[in-house]
């Protein structure tokens, strides 16, 4: 029998990217192979419920692998008809039912942009520099169903029309609204930094395009969805689960930091699930979301600010390695560990503190990674490497075979 791991070995071999990969170091371009490839592909992912046809590689390479500073540009290939001859293929993974909602919500929401801000958000992966992709326009998808509703707009399960009927996240965002929250520069910068992110543990961007009113983000499409939801079902983790989801971030972590990245927003909303259990990154790095007016506004906690942002200092990339003690703790304890539902002073008060109280129940070897991790000092926290060989991510990877956690 064909297994999950072997559906994602073939579904990683596809690229949506319409450029040659030059990358310094990088392996050679993965031989495409759509009409052999593909239909065998969405015929074992319709068989295992497995969507995503954009699995990054879990290779070893992704993490340490560098964004190219220079890129040939190519301009953009329309995609293949199918030769001629041949019956097209029918698409077979299931997106679900559309219900409008793009073209009802744009009727209502939303103005026209124009002059400086309008240019700063007619973003357009196919012009740009580092990974330019194919010209992309709505009419290319056939859409799906909600995923859900962001910020700026909603997110929809949609395919490419063309072969080989790419499944992936489609995410809207209103420029008027962009350009009332006054972030049209942090969006267009993030979107470019995303794009030319590569981790198995950061959530994909694979293109994107806009028209008069909207921007629309291909995303990697997250097959077990929100890790909140997860938790907020059983409340909390495993050790082991919650193991190997610290090991996955420090690792997209060192990755990030590497590219001068600091993600500065770590928290359980932020995080999805790929098909494999795996851990994704999304909504990293986004000002707009800044904990400090994101989190305060929305939830009213400062959960995962460290000492130094809360007290308003300098801060650096360490402030990621506080966040990843915070969500160590939340994730076995089901709660942040500053967590203090009298109001946002007293959490305040106990971050500047680091009043940590970690429960019985919490294994020594957690217990020792969250006090290395939750220091008042930046300098002192334990280094993302370090985390990475810390016994308890030791303890659960050597026992485990499969990439799901339990
Ligand atoms: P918010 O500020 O509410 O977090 P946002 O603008 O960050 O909104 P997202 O969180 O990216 O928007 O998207 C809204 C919801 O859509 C998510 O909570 C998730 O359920 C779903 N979603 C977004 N992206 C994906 C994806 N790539 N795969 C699957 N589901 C997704
Ligand atoms: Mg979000």
Redesign the pocket.
């Known amino acids: 029998m064909t297994s999950v791991g072997s559906v994602t070995r073939q579904i990683a071999a596809l690229e949506i990217s319409s450029k040659p990969n030059t990358t310094r170091n990088a392996p050679p371009p993965l031989q495409k192979k759509p009409s052999q490839n593909t239909g065998n592909v969405s015929r074992l992912l319709t068989k295992f419920a497995a969507p995503n046809p954009f699995t990054a590689t879990h290779s070893k390479t992704a993490s340490t692998s560098s964004i190219p500073t220079k890129q040939i540009s190519r301009p953009p290939s329309p995609a293949k008809p199918a030769p001629s001859g041949q019956a097209p293929k029918q698409p077979s993974i299931d997106i679900g039912k559309y219900d409008g909602g793009f073209e009802l919500e744009n009727e209502t929401r939303g103005e026209k942009v124009f002059g400086e801000a309008a240019e700063e958000l007619a973003l357009d992966s196919s012009v740009s520099r580092y990974y330019p992709t194919r010209e992309w326009h709505l009419t290319d998808f056939d859409i799906g169903r909600p995923?859900?509703?962001?910020?700026?707009?909603?997110?929809y399960?949609v395919r490419t029309k063309t072969e080989p009927h790419y499944v992936?996240?489609l995410?809207c965002?209103y420029k008027s609204e962009i350009i009332q929250s006054r972030v049209e520069k942090q969006i267009r910068r993030e979107i470019e930094i995303q794009q030319n992110l590569r981790h198995p543990n950061i959530?994909r961007m694979y293109g994107y395009f806009h028209d008069e009113k909207r921007i629309f983000l291909m995303?990697?499409?997250?097959?077990k969805?929100?890790l909140?939801?997860q938790l907020t079902k059983y409340g909390c983790f495993t050790e082991r689960r919650s193991s190997r989801y610290i090991d996955q971030m420090a690792d997209a972590l060192i990755y990030l930091h590497s590219k001068h990245v600091i993600h500065r927003d770590i928290k359980p909303?932020?995080l999805?699930l790929g098909i494999n259990g795996e851990l994704?990154i999304?909504?990293f790095g986004?000002s707009v979301?800044a904990p400090s007016n994101?989190r305060t506004t929305?939830c009213g906690t400062l959960d995962y600010l460290p000492p130094e942002m809360v007290e308003n200092r300098e801060h650096s990339e360490k402030v990621d390695y506080w966040a990843l003690g915070v969500l160590t703790y939340e994730f076995i304890n089901g709660a942040p560990p500053f967590e203090d539902l009298t109001g946002y002073n007293a959490t305040y008060k106990r971050i500047a503190k680091v009043d940590l109280k970690i429960p019985p129940k919490v294994s020594p070897e957690a217990r020792d990674l969250i006090v290395r991790l939750l220091q008042y000092d930046p300098e002192k926290r334990l280094a993302l490497t370090e985390v990475r060989k810390h016994p308890w991510i030791l303890k659960y990877k050597h026992k485990t075979s499969t990439s799901s956690p339990s």
Do not use: I, P, S
Not at 147 to 155: A, I, Q, Y
Not at 219 to 223: D, Q, Y
């Open positions: 995923l859900g509703k962001g910020k700026f707009g909603r997110v399960m992936v996240a995410k965002l959530l995303l990697e499409f997250a097959g969805g929100e909140y939801k909303e932020n999805l994704k999304g909504d986004w979301h994101r929305l």
